[in-house]
C-alpha cells in the first residue's frame, strides 16, 4: 500500500521559512518524479515544484520561483519543500504527489499526471 504523509505545517508570520517534509512508502521512490500542489480556500489546486525522480531536475510555478526550493532524499524516500519569504498568499493546505509514470524524464504540472496523493499539511501565513 503506498503512502505518503506530509509533515511541517503551521502558522507563521509573513517573511519567515517553514519547511515541509514527505515522507513515502510502498512506492519505488527513487524511481519516481514527486510534485508538491497547493490548494487555497475556494480555488483550485495548484502546481508548486516538481522534482525529476534523480533529483536532477527540479520546475517551479512563477508564484514561488525563487523563495520555494524542491528537494528529495532518495535514502529517506522523503520530497522537502523549503519555502522562503513566505507571504499571506501561500496560505493553503500544500500536498505531495507522485507521478503516475516511473523514469520519467519530464516534469508535469497538471495535478492529473500525479496518481498518489498525501493528506495535505496547512500552511498559514499571517500578515
Known amino acids: 500500500q503506498v503512502q505518503l504523509v506530509e509533515s511541517g505545517g503551521g502558522l507563521v508570520q509573513a517573511g519567515i521559512s517553514l519547511r515541509l517534509s514527505c515522507t513515502t512508502s510502498?512506492?519505488?521512490?527513487?524511481?519516481?518524479?514527486m510534485g508538491w500542489f497547493r490548494q487555497a480556500p475556494g480555488k483550485e489546486r495548484e502546481f508548486v515544484a516538481g522534482?525529476?525522480?534523480?533529483?536532477?531536475?527540479?520546475l517551479y510555478a512563477d508564484s514561488v520561483k525563487g523563495r520555494f526550493t524542491i528537494s528529495r532524499d532518495n535514502a529517506k524516500n522523503t520530497v522537502y519543500l523549503q519555502m522562503n519569504s513566505l507571504k499571506p498568499e501561500d496560505t493553503a493546505v500544500y500536498y505531495c504527489?507522485?507521478?503516475?509514470?516511473?523514469?520519467?524524464?519530464?516534469?508535469?504540472?497538471?495535478?492529473?499526471?500525479?496518481?498518489?496523493w498525501g493528506q495535505g499539511t496547512q500552511v498559514t501565513v499571517s500578515s
Open positions: 504527489a507522485a507521478d503516475s509514470v516511473r523514469l520519467s524524464t519530464i516534469l508535469i504540472r497538471s495535478s492529473s499526471r500525479y496518481n498518489y
Open positions: 510502498g512506492l519505488a521512490f527513487s524511481t519516481y518524479s
Open positions: 522534482i525529476s525522480y534523480t533529483g536532477a531536475r527540479t
